[in-house]
């Protein structure tokens, strides 16, 4: 009798269809119509804060009497440094885009290797009392401390300041990645623990069916976090470092006196720090599951 | 002895005030095949001694004894439908109760598909294999969690509240179907639920357990249902022994029937 139910339900579902079938074509464009209006609108009021950022950067930089240069000098030299990204005239002279490629190579050892620490630690202080017990007062320690201050540290342990500055990031990635997993891993509802429970699920079928799935959009929030302090934190490092990378850039073009570079320089670390929120965002979305 | 005995189980919990004993004094035998009903007022502590079947709580007195062998925890023996039907929302139907079946049989590969699409096809959702829970209605989703139940083959279906998100329509189809897999699987499951329904638990059981109010309920009475099965639901609703057993029930579970009772003066 209740296959009967189900044909009926199915074939009322096919004649409500047919009905929106009919409207179809006008609705959709509508809706086209009307999301268009949305990124139009968004894209407009971005430009506006751009324009008033702009407006705001030349009145400074007429104030200072060029000192600070304007948007119109500094554009012509991003121009200059986006032409010719990649040369490279020995140690102290390159390419903009071989620094950043440095930078972002070293950003991502670091935050790789403390993902790789910090996703499995995390996970065993959401999940054990005592790991929690164990990890948590570390944690809560070196957590407030400037990651720049492990610099020497890094340059006692490695004898080399590139790992050096692997080794800050390293340290920086840890902390919102621990903190965000392990709360994810913490707040496994009652009901999925149970479902696990009653069917005898082993620790390795927990793990990949039920604490990595939910976890996963908290992680990854962790991640994000984490990738974006390393941005931050590589730009001071390589500053420290010197030799390599977008923050060596930053100092050298300073030293050279040439502000110009200077803030395309932190145009463009704006910009990457953006795509790399963006990806994470991207992934996020992916991995999280509608409840 | 009997398949399934419950012995002096003592249940209780600590809270910061102390210890709270939820349940005392439960004894209850109960044989291959039949289907029991706990009723009682939320709180009086049905979950409690659900749990202690299953293995999901461990009692802090007496013991639940399956076969003639203490429960110590959850076991494949016992297939459990919760409150809330607890589907994993990052898997599909099908994933749902594979992952089940997967983790207690051990059968191959093959027929652990062969089960998982048999009792797809048992609960009609066949069709709804490949969506996730959250596309499901509450009918469907209970259907997939009794599914899951089913798949692994238990002795024992333990189940809380089955159909308390339901609606009516909805829920008397489920009763049947749940009579119909019981028949299926020819009446040697042993199923024991909770219902605040007098008639649901009238038209499946053979016995109905009656709790007191907590703290440290206990059993008030026990409820023989003699009606001859199959049952047929306008028909059952009838018989001068549904009658008599739903006034007994109601009784026993409410003290007031009219606005009279409650002390207001009812003016024609
Ligand atoms: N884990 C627990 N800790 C403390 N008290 C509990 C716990 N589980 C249940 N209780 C208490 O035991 C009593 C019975 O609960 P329960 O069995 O869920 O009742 P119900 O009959 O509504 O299913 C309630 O008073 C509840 O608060
Ligand atoms: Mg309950």
Redesign the pocket.
């Known amino acids: 009798m209740s296959t009967d139910t189900l044909e009926k339900e199915s074939k009322t579902k096919e004649a409500v269809k047919e009905v929106v079938n009919n409207s179809e074509s006008s609705g959709k464009t509508k809706i086209f119509l009307s999301k268009l209006l949305a990124v139009g609108k968004s894209i407009l009021f971005a430009c506006i804060g751009l324009l008033l950022f702009g407006g705001f950067w030349s009145f400074m930089s007429s104030y200072t009497e060029n000192q600070l240069p304007g948007p119109e000098a500094t554009l012509t030299v991003l121009g200059e440094m986006l032409a010719d990204p990649f040369y490279d005239y020995g140690p102290n002279d390159k390419g903009i885009g071989l620094q950043l490629f440095s930078s972002i190579t070293t950003v991502l050892s670091g935050f790789l290797l403390g993902s790789l620490i910090a996703i499995p630690v995390g996970i065993l202080m959401g999940a054990s009392k005592i790991g929690k017990q164990i990890f948590y007062p570390i944690i809560q320690l070196l957590k407030p401390v400037s990651p720049l201050a492990w610099f020497p540290i890094g340059l006692v342990v490695f004898e080399d300041t590139g790992m050096a500055t692997i080794f800050i990031v390293f340290i920086t990635s840890l902390w919102s990645t621990l903190i965000n997993t392990a709360f994810g891993v913490s707040s496994i509802p009652q009901d999925h623990k149970n479902v696990a429970k009653a069917f005898g699920f082993s620790t390795w079928r927990y793990l990949r069916k039920i604490l990595i799935p939910y976890s996963l959009p908290h992680i990854i929030t962790g991640l994000r976090l984490s990738i974006g302090v390393a941005w931050l934190v590589i730009v001071a490092g390589e500053m420290l470092s010197g030799g390599a990378g977008i923050g060596f850039f930053v100092w050298d073009s300073w030293n050279a006196l040439s502000l110009e570079k200077v803030i395309s320089a932190i145009i463009i670390i704006g910009i990457v720090g953006l795509l790399f929120d963006k990806l994470f965002t991207l992934i996020e979305n992916k991995v999280s599951y509608k409840a | 002895m009997s398949y399934l005995e419950i012995k002096n189980l003592e249940i209780s919990f600590p809270t910061p005030k102390g210890k709270y004993t939820a349940v005392r004094d439960i004894n209850l035998s109960i044989e291959k095949g039949e289907i029991i009903s706990i009723i009682g007022h939320?709180g009086c502590g049905?979950?409690t001694i659900m749990n202690a079947i299953s293995g999901m709580t461990i009692p802090t007195g007496g013991s639940v004894e399956l076969m003639g062998k203490t429960i110590k925890g959850p076991g494949p023996d016992r297939g459990v439908v919760f409150?809330n039907y607890s589907l994993l929302p990052w898997m599909t139907v099908y994933q749902n109760i594979y992952q089940a079946v997967d983790a207690v049989m051990k059968v191959s590969k093959k027929e652990k598909n062969e089960i998982v699409l048999s009792n797809l096809e048992m609960v009609n959702l066949m069709q709804h294999k490949d969506k996730l829970p959250g596309q499901l209605s509450g009918g469907m989703k209970q259907r997939v969690a009794i599914a899951r139940a089913f798949a692994i083959n238990p002795g024992v279906l333990l189940l809380?509240?089955p159909f308390g998100a339901l609606d009516a329509l909805t829920k008397g189809t489920m009763q049947l179907e749940l009579l119909k897999m019981w028949n299926l699987s020819g009446r040697d499951k042993t199923i024991i639920m909770?219902t605040h329904d007098i008639e649901e638990a009238i038209f499946l059981s053979d016995r109905i357990i009656v709790m007191n109010d907590g703290p440290a309920s206990t059993i008030r009475e026990i409820e023989h249902v003699h009606l001859e099965r199959p049952r047929n639901k306008i028909e059952f609703v009838k018989t001068e022994e549904y009658i008599t057993l739903r006034d007994r029930l109601l009784h026993l579970l409410t003290d007031k029937f009219s606005v009279e009772d409650m002390g207001i003066v009812y003016k024609k």
């Open positions: 939320s049905k979950s409150q809380d509240e909770i």
